[in-house]
C-alpha cells in the first residue's frame, strides 16, 4: 500500500509502525521531536514521515545522543513538506562526525584503562601522570589528562 508523505497516521498505528508506547509517542511530542495536529474529533495525528523521524530518534538515542541534541538536529529538517533523501543524508552527515569524536574519545579511554582512569583528577597524589598537591584541579572538574590537558611542560602518554 503506498502512501503520500502529507498522509495522517493516528497515534495508535505510529506506535505500531515504529514499536513505540504511545506514552512515549506522547513524550517525544511534549520534548518537540514530533508535532502532532489534532483531527476533527480531537485525536492526535501525526503525518506519516514521522515513522522515519521516529527510526530516527530511536537510533540516534542508541548511540548515546540526548534528546536535545537529537531535537537541535530535528528542527534543521523542513516542516512544510516530507524531509527528503537529500536531508536525511545532510543530517547523517552531522550527526557522523559527532559518532567518529565519540569513537576518538572511546578509544582513547581504551588505551588509558590499563593505568589510571582518574588521570589524577580525584586529587590523588600519584597517577599515572604525577599529579602533585592536586594541581590538576586547577584545570577545571572531570579526567583533565583524559579530555586532553597535560601538566606543565608534559605531553600525556597515549
Not at 520534548?31 to 515513522?51: E, N, P, W
Not at 524531509?83 to 578509544?107: C, N, S, V
Amino acid at each position: 500500500m503506498a502512501y503520500r508523505g502529507n498522509e495522517f497516521i493516528a497515534i495508535g498505528q505510529l506506535a505500531k509502525r515504529t514499536g513505540v508506547a504511545v506514552s512515549a509517542l506522547r513524550f517525544y511530542e511534549e520534548k518537540g521531536l514530533v508535532k502532532a495536529s489534532r483531527s476533527q474529533s480531537g485525536h492526535r495525528q501525526f503525518k506519516r514521515s514521522d515513522i522515519r523521524r521516529i527510526s530516527f530518534i530511536l537510533a540516534t538515542q542508541r548511540l548515546g545522543f540526548t534528546l536535545p541534541e537529537i531535537r537541535e538536529q530535528l528542527a534543521t529538517l523542513p516542516e512544510s513538506r516530507t524531509p527528503t533523501k537529500a536531508d536525511w543524508a545532510r543530517l547523517g552527515k552531522q550527526f557522523k562526525g559527532e559518532i567518529e569524536g565519540r569513537i576518538a574519545a572511546l578509544e582513547k579511554l581504551r588505551d588509558t584503562l590499563d593505568s589510571c582512569i582518574g588521570c589524577g583528577c580525584l586529587s590523588l597524589q600519584k597517577c599515572r601522570l604525577y599529579n602533585p598537591d592536586d594541581e590538576v584541579a586547577d584545570l577545571g572538574p572531570g579526567a583533565r589528562y583524559l579530555l586532553g590537558d597535560s601538566p606543565q611542560g608534559e605531553v600525556p602518554e597515549q
